[in-house]
């Protein structure tokens, strides 16, 4: 009896690969890309604070909700072909986004963006599978695909600072038109097309799923903005209901779009909540800091860009090394240990005031961003090698939603605290003698402050300017007290509910002398 090697992968193959890898790069960028550009948008578009913060975390949120429906479809109408028509839909999507000068409409087209990244990255990882064959080439394939990912999430502010300073916010969204239309033209040449007609798409749990999270958002930020509370509390009420309607209709499916069932598995439940509150924990307060760099620190966009420049390069190394230190120690301390870093840097930003030297304030965000790394590079493979090999795609596509999901909650949750104590202190701290329009739209947001006050004469003007500086820096500072706790609250997780996942070089091991007869 001879075995067949499985056929290893030649030049097509890796051009193939990069075809996959450079769009998820954009696709996850694209969830941190208007942290910088949120106040030349917010100065153009003249949004609400909540409409600001709609335009930057809804993209996350419908990626997120259609992620696990988007690859059951490729599935049937083919990956390569759903990809394709995702990349189309985006290309066009951002160039409507580039032109638009209504916020309400804005938060549309970024909807629209969410759902056309949907499409595609479950094509993405699905297609690695097809092309490489090898088992060791689809790991590095792999690694180099979640590489990707990282570097995008973690790159995406100083790209945005990059065009911001030659171009305008316009450009954030045009840089995807290129890169789009390269994927539509060089996809069908190098990628092979991969379906499965037996799979079955459920788009209505899909629709629950998204429309329990925007409820409960909605809720969370009218609370924020300082609504009346009856239509807030009825939101959080019919998103729960609507979540509950989501987790029955899965549980009593024979092709449930989402398996809930994996989460009764301890490594898929405690690594998913880990990386969850990992990545709500930094998604406020990263959209808050890119801020408090331009309106506070008052520095260009490219400057802001530059000075996130040192913790995304920290990020990067230590992503690459938590799978080393993986092998050697138990996973769940290694992300535990990463999280407490993080929860040092939060404090170190609730002793940030307007103040502050920038020298203090870059070494607070290389303390605290490097943190969700371990939890980054780890959860994926945890989750994954913890379910049978037939739940694997599952078990994946979990892993991506809760990464898109935790930043998108941390910009609508977090950042709504941020706005609310912004709103409670501005208030204390503007000058007597403004006007009734320029009181209300420095006590709305930030963005509004500084362009009242380009407006009002010279003392009054820097009068604004530096009460709403002030009340900025104490939303910041609020903010990741919260942040704080919450990443306190998953070290907490990691090391007990994680603290049975013995190093994977360990693992490894055991099971080579177990297939050793």
Not at 135 to 158: D, E, M, N, T, Y
Not at 254 to 272: C, E, I
Not at 430 to 453: E, F, H, K, N, Y
């Amino acid at each position: 009896m001879s075995d067949t090697a499985a056929p290893r992968a030649g030049a097509k193959q890796w051009w193939g690969l990069a075809v996959l890898v450079i769009p998820s790069t954009l696709l996850f960028m694209m969830l941190t890309i208007l942290f910088l550009a949120a106040p030349n948008l917010a100065a153009d578009l003249n949004p609400s604070s909540t409409q600001l913060l709609w335009i930057l975390d809804i993209y996350g949120f419908v990626m997120a909700g259609f992620l696990v429906a988007m690859g059951v479809l490729g599935d049937r109408i083919g990956k390569r072909l759903l990809m394709v028509i995702g990349a189309i839909l985006f290309a066009a999507v951002s160039i409507a986004a580039a032109l638009t000068t209504i916020p309400e409409l804005m938060i549309a087209w970024r909807a629209i963006l969410g759902l056309a990244a949907a499409m595609m990255v479950p094509a993405t990882i699905g297609l690695i599978f097809v092309l490489f064959a090898d088992a060791k080439q689809r790991g590095v394939a792999i690694g180099v695909w979640a590489g990707g990912i990282s570097a995008g999430v973690a790159l995406g502010p100083l790209l945005s600072g990059l065009l911001l300073e030659a171009f305008g916010w316009q450009a954030t969204f045009l840089v995807a038109v290129p890169i789009m239309a390269l994927v539509a033209i060089a996809a069908p040449l190098l990628v092979p097309e991969h379906r499965d007609p037996s799979a079955r798409i459920d788009l209505f749990s899909a629709l629950l799923l998204v429309g329990g999270l925007l409820a409960i958002i909605y809720g969370i930020k009218r609370f924020a903005a300082q609504e009346p509370a009856g239509p807030s509390i009825g939101l959080l009420v019919a998103g729960a209901l609507i979540g509950l309607w989501f987790v029955i209709r899965q549980l009593r499916a024979k092709q449930p779009l989402l398996d809930v069932r994996l989460f009764a598995n301890r490594t898929v439940s405690g690594a998913l909540a880990v990386f969850l509150l990992s990545a709500a924990a930094l998604g406020g307060v990263y959209s808050l800091f890119t801020q408090y760099l331009q309106q506070v620190q008052e520095l260009s966009p490219l400057q802001a860009g530059l000075s996130i420049l040192p913790a995304a390069a920290v990020l990067i190394v230590v992503s690459t090394l938590s799978p080393v230190l993986a092998r050697r120690f138990r996973p769940g301390n290694v992300i535990a240990v990463g999280l407490l870093t993080q929860v040092v840097g939060y404090i170190l930003f609730t002793q940030l005031d307007a103040g502050t030297g920038l020298a203090l304030v870059i070494a607070s965000f290389v303390i605290t961003y490097p943190g969700v790394a371990p939890s980054m590079a780890l959860t994926t493979d945890l989750v994954v090698g913890s379910v049978p090999p037939e739940k694997t795609g599952g078990a994946s596509g979990l892993a991506t939603t809760a990464n898109d999901l935790g930043i998108s909650l941390g910009v609508a949750v977090i950042g709504s605290v941020g706005i609310a104590a912004y709103r409670n202190q501005i208030g204390d701290l503007l000058p007597g003698g403004l006007p009734a329009d320029a009181a209300a739209a420095a006590s709305d947001s930030v963005d509004g402050a500084m362009a009242t006050a380009t407006q009002l004469p010279g003392a009054l003007g820097e009068q604004v300017v530096a009460a709403a500086q002030t009340a900025f820096t104490g939303g910041l500072n609020t903010a990741a007290i919260v942040s704080a706790v919450i990443a306190g609250l998953a070290a907490i997780i990691a090391a007990t509910r994680l603290r049975h996942v013995r190093p994977t070089g360990e693992a490894q091991q055991a099971a080579e002398e177990q297939a050793t007869p």
